[in-house]
Structure formats: C-alpha cells, structure tokens
C-alpha cells in the first residue's frame, strides 16, 4: 500500500514537473530567480531607457546611473553581448555571465526589460540572414530577456516583437525590429573598406506584414521603433538601412502614412548621435545610443547630413521621457552618460 502511494505520488510530481514552463536552457531558470519585475500593458511610460553594444566580460559602470532614471523600462537596442560564435554552449555561458554580472543583477531587479538584438549578439559580425544558428541564438537572446512564454514572438522565426503600454490617449507603442535574421547579403566595395547599395532586402516579406499592421494600425500616441542598425544615417562606410535603399525607403513611407508619431531608436556604432528628417509637417528624430562598456574614443569626425547634435563618443545610454501633462504632450530624447550626465537632447511636441 505504501509503495502504491509513493508510485501515486512520484508520478503525479512527474506529471505536475512536465506542466511547468518549458525551459529551453539554464537562463530561464536564473531570470526566474532573478525577479525582474514587469510592466503591466495598462501602465504609462514616463521614462524610458535604451542602449547598445556592451561587453559581457567588461566592467559596465552605467547601470546605476541608468536605475537612478528610475525608468519605467530599459529597451536592449542590440549588441547586448557579444556571442560571435557558432558554439551554443559558449554563447549560453556569454549571456549567463550577463545576467550574473553583478550591477546588471542589481539593475534587473528594479527595471522591466525588453530588446532586440544586432549582429554580435545575433551570433556573427556584420551576419544577415545566412548565419547557421539563428535559430538557437533567438531562443537564446528570448530566454535572456525573459520573454513570456505566451508571447507570439516565440511562435515564428526571428526576434521581432511589439509591446503597447498605457490607459488611452496615453498609449507608448514599442516596435522592436529584427534587422539580422532576415537580412539579405550586404554588398562590399572592391577594396572591402565599406558598404555600396545593394537592391536586397532587410526585413523579410513575414516581418513587413507584421510591420505594418503594427505601425499603420497603432492606436498609439507615440511609435518607439528601435533597430540595431542605424536608419536615417546615410554617409558612413558601416552598416545601415542606407546600404539597402529600397528597404529604407519602405521604413520611411510606412512611418509617414502612420497616423501616429514615431521616434526611431538605434545603437551599434560605439557614438552617440541624433539624426532627423522631415515628414511632411513632423520632424522624424532618430536617437542612436552606443556603447555601453565601450566606445570610439578616437573618433575624429564623420559625415552625417541629417545630425542634429554634437556625436558623442564616450560611453552613453538614451533616455525618452514623455510629459503627458503638457498640451500638446511632449517628447525629449536625451542621450547621457556615467553620473547621469547631459549630452544631447532633442524636445518634440505630438501631432
Ligand atoms: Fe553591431
């Protein structure tokens, strides 16, 4: 009898073990521990918090000044760790060392997270949509940020995925493009030194879809889409939406038939800077917020036609915040640095 119990008993635990949710690695499990608190859909955003391209093996001096913001959210904007291997093993334990980093630890516990991923943390330097393991990485890079599981990024390829917060007409919709898994080849100048235009694609047909249901359907007062890749700029030799022009011109007319206003955010260059163009009677900003752990202390200058702020190359991280009490409600896209310190800032009004 007491032997039949025990049998009862194990297999009703085997049975209840099998209904926890699935773990695809050892990373769900510390973000369980972890207790990164989350966003509810009804809350506003007042601040928001963004950045790029930090080493996992660096130290990463900014995370307190960031959780001083006391930010409602951080947004990874890619780069979050740079994986660069084909090895799955050796990248867990790059993301593992990430989450255990003890300011990150710290930072986690008091701000939800959300993100998007560039090329180092997508699995290859500069890598489109032929890297081998794109597969693993997602699930990789979703378990790092403790993606729910009901969330219906999980179900299709590539990590793109929307997040809407707020009550009415004070509603933040957040548009997190995946500019790596779908990404045709880039196109090298003969001397390999930079990029040309190519007629390929950045997206993918899926995403487009996707994209645009999200951006012409969006009820939101305010549009943040965030893109590793830079989109405005067009001069440099690096990588940017401008080396595919036919998908860039795509972004732009998606973004000015939106009925909503729209902020674009980037990282992925070590600099920070702010870019515009106009959209009929709106300014469309682009705050780029690169790198958290390390930068471009050498940069000397760079030709950007649509800058509209000094470039600054120290380490950095963004900042929105949105006063809604303001009429018109207004916007200010900040980028700042180690002690909280003021670089560049840019103010908009909604339309
Ligand atoms: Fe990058």
Known sequence: MTRLFILILFVSLSTACREEPKTTSSLAKIKRLQKTPTVNSADRLDVITFGSCSRHDEKQPLWKSIAEEEPDLWI?????????????????????????????????????????????????????????????????????????????????????QSYIYGPTEKRVKIILIDARYFRDDTKRSPDRKSYTPTTGDVLGEAQWSWFEKELIGSEANLNVIVSGIQMIPEDHKYEKWANFPLSRDRLFNLIKSSKSNTILISG?????????????????????????????????????????????????????????????????????GIGGKDYEKIAFDLK
């Open 76 to 160: 990874w904007s890619g780069d979050n760790i740079y994986g660069d291997t084909e090895d799955m093993s050796l990248f867990e334990s790059k993301y593992t060392k990430q989450l255990l980093h003890p300011a990150y630890q710290r930072f986690v516990e008091r701000v939800p997270i959300i993100g998007t991923w560039d090329d180092h943390d997508y699995g290859v330097n500069d890598g489109g949509k032929n890297y081998p393991k794109k597969k693993e990485t997602r699930d990789l890079m979703f378990e790092f940020l403790g993606v729910p599981k009901d969330n219906p990024a999980w179900d299709r390829e590539g990590a793109y």
């Open 268 to 336: 992925d260059r070590h600099i920070g800077e702010i870019s515009a163009i106009e959209q009929g009677d709106r300014t469309l900003y682009e705050i780029t917020s690169s790198g958290l752990t390390h930068s471009y202390d050498s940069f000397s200058g760079e030709e950007n036609q649509h800058r509209v702020s000094n470039v600054v190359s120290s380490l950095n991280y963004g900042k929105l915040t949105i006063d809604w009490d303001a009429d018109p409600i207004s916007v200010t896209g900040e980028i700042k």
